[in-house]
């Protein structure tokens, strides 16, 4: 400590310290804290506070998961982040690799700054561009009806496509990414050497690439479930009054003043994402230190 | 043989140019959509060209508005995200003391939180700590508190680089603390300064989820746009959109030509300096 | 004298590991001192507790009459070059040597005028503003003395500042270091593990063995009258050889080897039984003519190897007990008088042979 008050001198440490103790305490330790702390009291008007009522209990959770209403949307979460993160892995591996592959050419780069300029428009506008085209008017009914396909449009919105094309479409860039960090180190004379070997393309993948990409791949599963997963603005826009989104419960509480409520509804989505990041690691075995770089 | 490679090669070009169609084709209607007509943001039916749209974005008082706040919040989030992101990244890079993991971890956190969460958390603790209701101050420390990290990451990345006796033999040549600060230190963060900076207000200008619980009644432009999206949804505000993609591409354009710039120019001088030790 | 430096009882350690233990040693104003030793013996620990940047654990460090403790480094009259020199990479060589004086609050005009004259003093003017990327090895080397030279230090610290040079370069580097000590006129405490340097260029050395000063002394009293078997096996090249005493007389004694039994000095007064060591440098060693008479310290054996290295041919002898010894001779334009493989006998004088007790030596691996 006396090298550190050397090199930093007093006045240095201060800031130091401070700094990092407000930040962590004012802006992200409290405020959680007194959210759990809501998420485990009843919704009660001021007067009531520090009352008989006011005492913990799961109440609010038990509203969270065992209403039916609520544990269809809290389900249909759940699995369409899955599926959101499935399809995103599947058509973004084929464009890492593909890229890693010609990271020499200079191609690769004009491609990976194409690839990066849509993701700079916001998320609203990018969800709003695909409203346009899957709502009930939109170009795409338009285009299917003219050519016969269907006779009357179909809801993409209320039967949660939007929702997942959306939510793929805006989160692509965090699953590219990391594959693509990843892919880049595989030393390519590997793939030849498999396939010199005789290896059909696929086991290549399997055996080859895929455990290479294990970090990356386990990353970008990561932040792109608990990004769908947190989103709202993607199913504000692209998912009709049918198809609400977790998220969107929370909204709710928060606008209808019971935050109690929305703060349990809040724990319940944390938890949510602790766990997918717990099974992914177990699932692809793999630490904490490989996939946060 | 030869044809199977060619094969696979020809569908790997063909997925790349789906996927990049995939990727640009929304953006490009909902841009040319503004220029039609229509009342309704679509391009069929077309009827005819107009730059209508933008004279009615142009018009909008609470667009400007918005826009104002959200400057004004981003150039509040910068000056906060950096000192609390130096402070963060000085202590990890330069205390090894135990417990180090653990700070990290705790530090680097709020960017795996929903945005959602930091939002409504924030809302809470300010509510009943100060009474405070959301306001833009408020959308500040929430986005903050992750936008932080961000930007220590980013001074991490460049601390490790750092030749960490250039500040000891600044201070063996008298220079105090603050001195070694000021002429050693922040020259050499410099770039990264500039990377997180750019990225503070980016994230910023872009975020919804957390300044949406945060702000209150104020509103800064993604509020403002999810506003109108919500309601009567007109082709202004495709124009909006096409603005700021034409804002963003700018900025994202000259960045990299400064970029581009900066290099050529010490690449010219390494040449220069090589073609005097040849001569000499 | 005023600006003497001393370490008292000096110690540091760094959790359970004793880097630095109880070192004290007076260092005389305007004197080049060198502190050598093995890789991880405490040298750079204790230069850094000179400069400030290290409290000891105990022990003093002072300056004349002044103690250095609870001074910070940057208010300490030392200063330090660093292993990698530690030049300011985004300043010119003017604002390099310049910084010093900029932090104190000196003038531009008077920053400028001393800038000038450390440039003349290391043979550089003209250079004040290049980048440091343009400098060669041994340009950077100055510009760094004179950076450091320019805030006018009581005390100048180099930790192993010569490594990075090429072989050339450092041997001209010496002697261009002890003429800018000169003239500087200030204490010097230069820190190596190359012998080569410390003994050229010191009025006084100190070798270190794992966090102690093993011996301090002049060069030639360092290499010719080493204290301990580290010393000796640290310092220069020698033969040993493990034995015990088996005779004493006067200032002579009696070991008994794996060779035989040889005669040499015994300044450490060893007595019969003793386990010591001889140790013999190979430049005493001679080969003996067939007339000599011998009767003392001869080796007889094969001439299992000779390598020609300019100056002297270094020749070793596979004695007939399978023992290798190793000698140098001057290499005096005659050539060789033998062939490998042939028989030889050596022998030294009882006075060149230094019989100390036995001890750690210097393993091999850590000298270069
Ligand atoms: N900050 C530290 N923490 C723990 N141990 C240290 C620290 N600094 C040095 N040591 C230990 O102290 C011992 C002496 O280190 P020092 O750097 O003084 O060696 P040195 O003689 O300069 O070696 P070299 O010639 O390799 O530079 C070493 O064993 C080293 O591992
Ligand atoms: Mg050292």
Redesign the pocket.
């Known amino acids: 400590m006396s090298s550190a008050l050397t090199r930093f001198g007093r006045l240095g440490l201060a800031y130091i310290f401070t700094a990092t103790g407000l930040w962590l305490l004012v802006l992200m330790l409290l405020p959680l804290i007194v959210t759990i702390d809501y998420a485990f009291r009843p919704f009660l008007p001021p007067v009531d506070w520090g009352g008989p009522n006011d005492r913990y209990t799961f109440d609010n959770f038990a509203v969270v998961l065992l209403n039916k209403f609520n544990q269809t949307i809290f389900l249909k979460t759940i699995w369409a982040s899955v599926l959101v993160t499935v399809l995103s892995l599947a058509a973004c591996y084929p464009v890492a690799y593909t890229l890693a592959r010609e990271k020499r050419s200079g191609r690769a780069r004009w491609l990976a700054i194409a690839l990066i300029i849509p993701f700079l428009v916001n998320e609203l506008l990018r969800a709003f561009a695909w409203q346009l085209l899957l709502s009930y008017k939109g170009l795409f009914n338009q285009v299917l009806m003219s050519l016969g396909f269907i006779s009357e449009p179909f809801d993409f919105i209320n039967k949660n496509v939007g929702v997942i094309v959306g939510l793929v479409y805006t989160y692509l860039l965090f699953m590219i990414l990391p594959l693509y960090t990843a892919l880049e180190s595989l030393d390519p004379n590997l793939v030849d050497a498999a396939r010199d070997l005789g290896a059909p393309w696929w086991r290549i993948h399997w055996d080859v690439v895929l455990p290479h990409a294990k970090p990356g791949l386990a990353n970008g599963c990561i932040v792109t479930f608990m990004l769908a997963a947190g989103s709202f603005a993607v199913p504000q826009l692209l998912g009709g009054t049918g198809s609400l989104w977790f998220t969107q419960l929370i909204y709710n509480q928060f606008n209808a003043i019971n935050w109690n409520m929305g703060a349990a509804y809040a724990f319940c989505l944390v938890i949510l994402c602790l766990v997918f990041i717990v099974i992914v690691m177990w699932l692809l075995r793999v630490r904490l230190s490989d996939i946060a770089r | 043989m030869m044809l199977m490679e060619r094969l696979g090669r020809f569908c790997a070009r063909a997925y790349l140019g789906l996927f990049f169609a995939y990727l640009f084709a929304p953006l490009f209607y909902m841009i040319a959509a503004a220029f039609n007509r229509s009342s309704v943001p679509t391009l069929s039916p077309w009827r005819g060209f107009t730059l209508h749209w933008f004279a009615v974005a142009w018009q909008d008082d609470r667009l400007w508005q918005a826009l104002g706040t959200s400057f004004l919040v981003g150039c509040a989030v910068v000056v906060l995200s950096i000192t609390l992101g130096l402070a963060g990244a000085l202590l990890m890079s330069r205390l090894k003391a135990r417990g180090r993991g653990l700070l990290y971890a705790l530090l680097v956190a709020p960017v795996l939180m929903p945005g959602i969460v930091i939002g409504l958390s924030t809302a809470i603790f300010w509510d009943r700590a100060a009474q405070v209701s959301g306001f833009w101050g408020l959308a500040v420390l929430g986005q903050s508190s992750f936008i932080s990290t961000y930007c220590m990451l980013i001074f991490m990345a460049r601390l490790q680089r750092f030749d960490e006796t250039l500040e000891e033999a600044a201070l063996d040549l008298g220079a105090s603390p603050r001195q070694v600060f000021w002429t050693v230190t922040l020259p050499y963060l410099r770039p990264a300064l500039f990377s997180a900076v750019a990225l503070a207000f980016i994230q910023s200008f872009e975020n919804y989820n957390t300044t949406l619980f945060s702000i209150g009644i104020d509103e800064t432009l993604p509020i403002y746009i999810a506003g109108k999206l919500r309601v009567g949804v007109t082709p202004a505000i495709n124009a909006v959109a096409c603005a700021m993609i034409a804002a963003t591409l700018l900025a994202g354009l000259s960045f990299e030509l400064a970029r581009l710039y900066r290099r050529k120019r010490s690449r010219s001088r390494s040449r220069r300096i090589g073609h005097q030790a040849a001569s000499s | 004298m005023k600006n003497d430096l001393a370490l008292i009882g000096v110690a540091k350690t ?2 359970p ?1 004793v ?1 630095v233990q109880d070192v004290s040693v007076d260092i005389a104003e305007g004197s080049f001192f060198s502190f050598l ?1 093995p ?8 230069l850094r507790m000179i400069s400030g940047f290290i409290e000891p654990s105990a022990g003093s460090i002072r300056l004349g009459t002044l103690d250095l403790a609870g001074i910070v480094p940057n208010r300490r009259p030392t200063a330090l070059i660093f ?1 990698n020199l530690a030049l300011f990479p985004l300043m010119s060589v003017a604002e390099n040597i310049g910084y010093g004086l900029k932090v104190r609050g000196v003038s531009a005009a008077a920053r400028g005028r001393k800038v000038d004259e450390m440039l003349d003093l290391i043979a550089l003017s003209g250079f004040a503003g290049k980048r440091i990327e343009e400098l060669s090895g041994g340009q950077r080397q100055r510009i760094a003395i004179a950076r450091a030279l320019a805030v006018e230090p009581k005390v100048l610290l180099l930790d ?1 500042p010569l490594s990075a040079l090429d072989l050339k370069l450092r041997q001209h580097m010496r002697a261009e270091l002890r003429t800018l000590q000169r003239r500087a006129g200030i204490t010097f405490i230069y ?1 190596t ?1 190359d012998q080569g340097e410390a003994l050229a260029m010191s009025d006084r050395v100190a070798v270190m063995s794992k966090g102690q000063i093993e011996q301090i002394g002049g060069s030639s009293d360092i290499y010719d009258n080493p204290g301990s078997a580290f010393v000796a096996s640290f310092v220069g090249e020698s033969n040993i050889l493990v034995g015990r005493i088996t005779a004493t007389d006067g200032q002579f004694a009696v070991i008994e080897t794996a060779v035989g039994d040889l005669r040499g000095r015994n300044p450490k007064h060893l007595t019969t039984g003793d386990a010591a060591m001889l140790f013999v440098r190979p430049e005493r060693l001679r080969i003996a003519a067939a007339e000599d008479d011998l009767v003392v310290n001869s080796l007889t054996g094969d001439i299992n190897e000779v390598m020609f290295e300019g100056l002297t041919f270094i020749i070793t002898l596979r004695h007939v007990s399978s023992r290798l010894v190793t000698l140098s001779l001057a290499n005096d334009g005659t050539g060789l008088a033998f062939a490998p493989g042939s028989r030889q006998t050596v022998s030294f004088s009882p006075a060149d042979g230094l019989i100390l007790p036995a001890g750690p030596i210097a393993r091999l691996d850590v000298v270069p």
């Open positions: 760094f959790g590991h880097a030793g890789s991880g013996c405490g040298k750079t620990t204790i292993q192993e820190i593990h």
